[in-house]
């Protein structure tokens, strides 16, 4: 419950205190993974066990997963958060058991029992309820703006 706590958060203190900014993504990311992996890196010797003696095809593997794989989906975050707020942003995760399951369906010829089918269902119906309301008035600059206008 505390990191999903914490993952809604940090989309919601993106958004209010990263993105305002503008930022480039890249700078953003690079600097975020930067800092998760040099902590990372400083914890590793007293919660790893036993500790690992990291050769060059695992220091290679790392950095690439950290740049092709996080990093990138890290500049994919800036960039939506920019442009769909947090809220709509975060619903992008639900779809990530959906795939996994269809993934799982498809290449190990998993079983799709009845509730993840039903879960499925439950995804998609909020994803929709996400994307399509649209709030009548927001506050701009102080005043009330009916959604669309400037």
Do not use: K
Request: aromatic share 10%.
């Amino acid at each position: 419950m505390a990191a999903a706590f914490c993952y809604a958060l940090g989309f919601i203190y993106f958004e209010r205190s990263i993105s305002p900014r503008a930022l480039p993504a890249h700078d953003v990311a690079f600097s975020h993974v930067l800092a998760g992996a040099v902590i990372m890196l400083a914890l590793t010797p007293w919660v790893a066990a036993p500790p690992p003696r990291p050769d060059p095809t695992v220091i290679t593997a790392m950095g690439v997963l950290g740049c092709a794989g996080t990093g990138l989906a890290y500049i994919w975050h800036c960039n939506l958060v920019a442009a769909w707020g947090s809220v709509r942003t975060a619903s992008v995760t639900y779809a990530m058991p959906v795939v996994g399951m269809l993934l799982g369906a498809l290449i190990l010829n998993e079983a799709v029992r009845w509730h993840q089918i039903l879960g499925t269902g439950m995804v998609i119906a909020g994803w929709s309820v996400i994307n399509t309301y649209r709030p009548h008035t927001r506050v701009a600059g102080g005043r009330a703006v009916r959604h669309g206008q400037g």
